[in-house]
């Protein structure tokens, strides 16, 4: 994995303003060296605004997209960056976290309307309504890959101090007139910023009015593992994905975790599974596993010894 940053640009100041408006600008997430491998990985990863103008029902007109694990090292390490995850365990309030989903997401200007209406991420994300408190909740991320504009179709964002613990299914689009649209604000910003938002907050992708524009944005999300009607995707199926099995020979322990990994010093590990692991993997670590198993045997031996009565 790549080295993350010596100190992380994401504070509880952050945080904090999550909290009490639903959402933060991080401004200068990214490294300088983590964009300029970001940039130098795009061209691989999607397509050209040439490709997509000559194809455009391909591309659904316009957009296109891929999800995690990408064949990408660099957007990869982003994604589970250390401080993201530490990040997000202090906001949500547990460090039980599963990565929800990780989206790359590029529009190109002069094929379709990219307008939406306002809306809330947790009726697609959410079998239930959201809570803010008590670990329920779901942090959501934007991280714009390249210059984001007036005419290169921003988000837009309603501080959650204009509608409170309101929930509207539909608003409709701007021009129908909701009140919420006054107090919209669009995220103009410079690659590598990243926009922090919960899945209550209201938010809409508005016009690439730019007929050239080129946007790339990184989605990532973290919610609370125990809570399983939180949501998109578990990762089982992407085993045999070649991207995968390389992320995981590269991640750290904690990093495999929040993908739903089985973790370090857990009651699943025995010689059986460690064996199993080191065979599909023969590049990982096993070091901590086995370490985090001889640790709880050691703690259930002492756990035993100290409930037999002496003498």
């Known amino acids: 994995m790549s080295d993350p940053p010596s100190r992380s640009p994401l504070t ?13 600008v991080v401004p200068d997430f990214l490294t300088g060296a983590e964009l300029e491998a970001v ?7 999607t397509p050209s605004a040439e490709e997509v103008r000559r194809e455009p029902e391909r591309y659904d007109n316009g957009q296109a997209r891929s999800w995690f694990p990408f064949e990408s090292d ?20 547990t460090a039980n976290l599963v990565m929800t989903d990780a989206l790359l997401l590029s529009k190109y ?3 379709r309307d990219f ?3 306002l809306h ?3 009726l697609n994300n959410d079998l239930a309504y959201p809570r803010r408190d008590g670990g329920f909740l779901q942090v959501t991320t934007i991280l714009y890959l390249t210059d984001v504009g007036p005419d290169d179709g921003p988000t837009a964002v309603v501080d959650r101090e204009r509608y409170g613990q309101e929930v509207h299914q539909d608003l409709g689009h701007r021009a129908g007139g909701h009140p919420l649209y006054a107090y919209e604000v669009p995220v103009t910003c410079r690659a590598g910023t990243l926009f922090v938002y919960d899945t209550l907050t209201y938010h809409r992708g508005t016009s690439m009015s730019a007929p050239d524009g080129v946007r790339h944005v990184l989605f990532f999300q973290y919610g609370n593992a125990a809570h399983r009607w939180i949501g998109k995707h578990a990762y089982g199926h992407l085993g045999i994905a070649p991207a995968m099995r390389r992320f995981m020979t590269r991640a750290a322990p904690r990093q495999r975790e929040v993908i739903g990994f089985p973790p370090v010093g857990g009651d699943y590990w025995n010689e059986e599974t460690l064996a199993g692991v080191a065979r599909r993997y023969p590049e990982m670590d096993m070091a901590p596993y086995r370490e985090g198993m001889a640790a709880r045997s050691r703690h259930e031996s002492a756990s035993v010894a100290g409930t ?3 003498g």
Not at 39 to 45: G, K, S
Not at 74 to 93: F, H, M, Q, S, T
Request: aromatic residues 6%; glycine residues 8%.
């Open 12 to 24: 509880r100041e952050h945080a904090e303003r999550l909290r009490a408006h639903g959402f933060a």
């Open 39 to 45: 940039r130098r990985d795009l061209p691989h990863l």
């Open 74 to 93: 660099a957007l990869n390490d982003i994604v589970v960056r250390p401080d993201v995850i530490d990040w997000c365990a202090e906001a949500i309030g």
């Open 109 to 111: 200007g002069g094929l």
């Open 115 to 117: 307008d939406q209406p």
């Open 120 to 122: 809330q991420d947790f």
């Open 308 to 310: 037999v009565p002496s």
